[in-house]
């Protein structure tokens, strides 16, 4: 808890405080749940996260969950889930006006397990069309001139905005990473596969992957297991071992995020880190290319009746992807296929030296203007070799907007890699009020 700030308003605390301090019974989940409402009443129309609120049906379950005497593990955690996850109680329109009014049967398997688990869903989070490049209605809440990032815009905003403890987002390109980044707060991709994907609206079904925002490491640990995540805080028993990756596009960043990534190598080393540059080999730098061939090739597989049926519904940006999708041989899709292979392969082997790699999470701060909410140029490459990665935020911009960096870790390897992000976030990061302007909160 940041020293200057209040405590006496519990959306200002992380998910991990809250739900603490309910277990202390200091406050019933029905008294958290207005919280969070009172901040998405004052805030909604300068933010604009939110593409559906049932606020009826969350109070609902707050007073069911403060009546039950038997509590689950995620006893006092509201979340907000993207509109690219099915909900059977809230319209899921996956940011198209195609499915406007759209209503799923049922649940996706992780909403299902997060109120299994215990938590209150308060609503549906806006999303770019279909997770892909249009953005939807979502503004920084540090600068409304500015994008939120995409496609999880709503997402990262809510969390920012202490709208919500938690939020789930997804993955295909750098849809978590960025906006997280962007927005200054934690962004957490796990690795390809360990979460249940089931129910989600796909993109690309081999790299779309579940995220995760939240406003300290310590909420993905609490919220980790209930969605198959096989992860528990713990010490580190030896000095980390950290690699320092530029990436071919590390002269493409703005200056003042590369500075801050070199600033944190340096701490870190302080600190008692082992850190020392890595640098990939040339083949890895064919990973955007092949990461945009499987995208789009797959995107216009999943979309045949969208692009087909319902093509003047489709933004211009979406129409171009199918386009670039379609465009692709066989040959060249194979050829992508056969190129991530052997670097997960590669990868591997460099990741037994590493416990983690750090390299940026984006070329800057988020970028102002809404029509764009920024390149994936520094998440495309991670996506594709299914690793989990993490971001979070270290610094601030001379326009008062917050810098990230991004860690990366070995393939399956989760528990350690956050037991990781935990010990270098602690000593590196920036609390999130550092970004808040006083009149903001």
Not at 49 to 68: F, G, I, N, V
Not at 80 to 92: E, N, Q, R, W
Not at 255 to 275: D, H, K, P, Y
Not at 360 to 371: D, Q, S
Request: net charge negative; glycine share 8%.
């Amino acid at each position: 808890m940041h020293p200057h700030h209040p405590t006496d308003t519990p959306s200002l605390l992380s998910a991990s405080a809250d739900a603490a301090m309910v277990a202390r019974e200091e406050l019933s989940v029905s008294e958290l749940l207005e919280s969070y409402i009172d901040r998405v009443q004052q805030r909604d129309d300068a933010v604009r996260a939110w593409a559906h609120l049932d606020l009826d049906a969350a109070r609902k379950a707050a007073a069911l969950a403060d009546e039950s005497t038997s509590h689950g593990p995620l006893h006092g955690v509201i979340v907000g889930v993207k509109d690219m996850i099915d909900t059977a109680d809230m319209p899921t329109e996956y940011g198209s006006p195609i499915y406007k009014g759209h209503r799923p049967k049922k649940d996706a398997a992780c909403v299902q397990r997060l109120r299994e688990a215990g938590a209150i869903v308060l609503g549906k989070t806006v999303t770019t069309e279909f997770a892909a490049y249009h953005p939807g209605k979502t503004r920084n809440p540090l600068n409304p001139d500015h994008t939120p990032g995409g496609s999880s815009s709503g997402s990262a905003a809510a969390v920012a905005d202490f709208q919500v403890g938690v939020a789930l987002g997804t993955q295909t390109s750098g849809s978590t990473i960025r906006p997280a980044s962007f927005n200054g707060v934690i962004g957490f991709k796990p690795t390809y596969g360990v979460i249940d994907t089931t129910g989600f609206q796909p993109l690309a079904p081999s790299l779309d992957t579940l995220g995760l925002f939240a406003r300290d490491i310590a909420d993905l640990f609490l919220v980790g297991p209930s969605l198959g995540l096989n992860v528990t805080p713990g010490a580190l028993t030896r000095p980390l071992r950290i690699g320092v990756c530029r990436t071919k596009h590390w002269n493409d960043a703005d200056l003042q995020i590369r500075s801050a990534l070199e600033q944190t190598a340096a701490a870190l080393a302080a600190f008692g880190a082992n850190v020392r540059d890595v640098v990939l080999p040339r083949q890895f730098d064919e990973l955007q290319t092949a990461h945009q061939i499987i995208m789009c090739s797959e995107a216009t597989q999943v979309y045949v009746r969208e692009r087909t049926e319902h093509y003047e519904e489709l933004s211009l940006e979406f129409r171009q992807m199918i386009a670039d999708g379609l465009s692709y041989s066989q040959e060249q899709i194979d050829l992508a296929f056969k190129q991530a292979k052997a670097c997960r392969e590669y990868f591997a082997m460099v990741m037994r030296d590493y416990d983690v790699l750090l390299t940026l999470p984006a070329p800057g701060e988020a970028p102002r203007g809404l029509k764009f909410t920024g390149l994936p140029v520094f998440n495309r490459v991670w996506t594709l070799l299914h690793v989990p990665c993490l971001t979070y935020p270290v610094a601030v911009s001379s326009n008062r907007l917050p810098l990230g960096v991004q860690l990366i870790g070995g393939h399956g390897d989760d528990q350690h890699f956050l037991r990781c992000a935990q010990w270098i976030g602690e000593r590196t990061g920036f609390n999130e009020f550092d970004f808040q302007q006083p009149d903001a909160l």
